[in-house]
């Protein structure tokens, strides 16, 4: 039994090492991504009643290596994460998605009541002196602070409800959004909806996925949306890709929508032809 336990163990080993590496490699590579310019920001329009309106952008980061090529957000945004790189990549991002919005606005080539979305991540969030970093970054780039919106998800806030609460109020303060990303997925109590500034909940899209088909998707994405009302939020629905789950999620009344049945993220030049298509 002793044997198998040590043989159970180098396979463990064997198996990890290789991963390890690559991880480091990914590391290292991160390090330079910024210097070496390999960054790049994806922008997917979000819309109101039927494709009719458009209503803003989420912003999606990109890296591309000149090896690797496109390297996924789900790999690398959790090394930037553990290593706490998150910190200034993330910045970055909302810098260039502030600076971009504001030429947009500025340029007619989207309509004033419009927003643009940027992912926080649990590092970010948690950054004691967070406020005074956007603060900086909305001088800096003359973005009206209306026209953004933060996405956090449910955990990021649970992980320290009471500063996350009062990082919340400290934005809506500032005029900012806030939406919860990934609404249902995480844990969390449904107590601190009635009681936070929130504006929107994104309804997850693994519940969408088969929204046609699953009877329980359908129910959840229903009683999202009828929860988010009835406490005053606007709901968001992600990964729409087809004319049949738009129509069941406009049946529960959602009211914005956002995946490739519209528009695949995009990088900025594609943005002015895809908005004026909308409007
Ligand atoms: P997310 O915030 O939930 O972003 C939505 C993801 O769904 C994006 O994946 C988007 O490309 C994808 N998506 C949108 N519409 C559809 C659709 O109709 N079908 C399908 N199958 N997928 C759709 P992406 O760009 O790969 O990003 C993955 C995750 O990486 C994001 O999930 C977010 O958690 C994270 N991420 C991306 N950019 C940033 C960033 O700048 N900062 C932080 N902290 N996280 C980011
Ligand atoms: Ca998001
Ligand atoms: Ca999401
Ligand atoms: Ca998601």
């Not at 810098?95 to 919005?101: G, I, T």
Request: net charge negative; with cysteine.
């Amino acid at each position: 039994a002793k044997r198998d336990g040590r043989n159970a163990c180098q396979v463990y080993t064997a198996q990890v090492a290789p991963l390890d590496k690559i991880r480091v490699g990914l590391e290292s590579a991160l390090h330079h991504a910024m210097e070496r310019d390999e960054l790049r920001l994806a922008y997917q329009p979000q819309v109101s009643v039927v494709g009719q309106q458009f209503v803003g952008v989420e912003v999606l980061l990109r890296w591309q290596h000149p090896v690797l090529g496109m390297v996924a957000p789900n790999v690398f945004i959790p090394v930037l994460e553990d290593t706490g790189l998150i910190e200034p990549f993330g910045e970055w991002v909302l810098r260039q998605a502030c600076r971009q919005y504001r030429q947009w606005l500025d340029s007619g080539e989207v309509s004033p009541n419009s927003k643009i979305s940027v992912n926080l991540s649990p590092r970010q969030f948690r950054q004691r002196d967070l406020g005074q970093r956007i603060r900086d970054i909305i001088s800096e780039t003359g973005l009206p602070p209306a026209n953004l919106t933060l996405e956090i998800t449910e955990s990021t806030l649970m992980y320290n409800l009471e500063q996350g609460a009062s990082m919340l109020t400290e934005l809506r303060r500032m005029g900012i959004s806030v939406a919860i990303d990934d609404f249902g997925t995480g844990y969390s109590s449904l107590a601190y909806l009635k009681d936070l500034p929130i504006d929107y909940l994104k309804i997850d899209r693994s519940f969408v996925k088969d929204i046609v088909t699953d009877h329980n998707d359908a129910a959840i994405a229903n009683s999202i949306i009828a929860l988010a009302h009835n406490l005053g939020l606007k709901v968001v629905a992600e990964g729409v890709e087809d004319a049949d789950m738009l129509e069941r999620l406009a049946g529960f009344g959602c009211d914005q929508y956002q995946g490739y049945f519209f528009a695949r993220p995009v990088s900025a030049d594609e943005i002015p032809l895809l908005v004026s298509r909308c409007a």
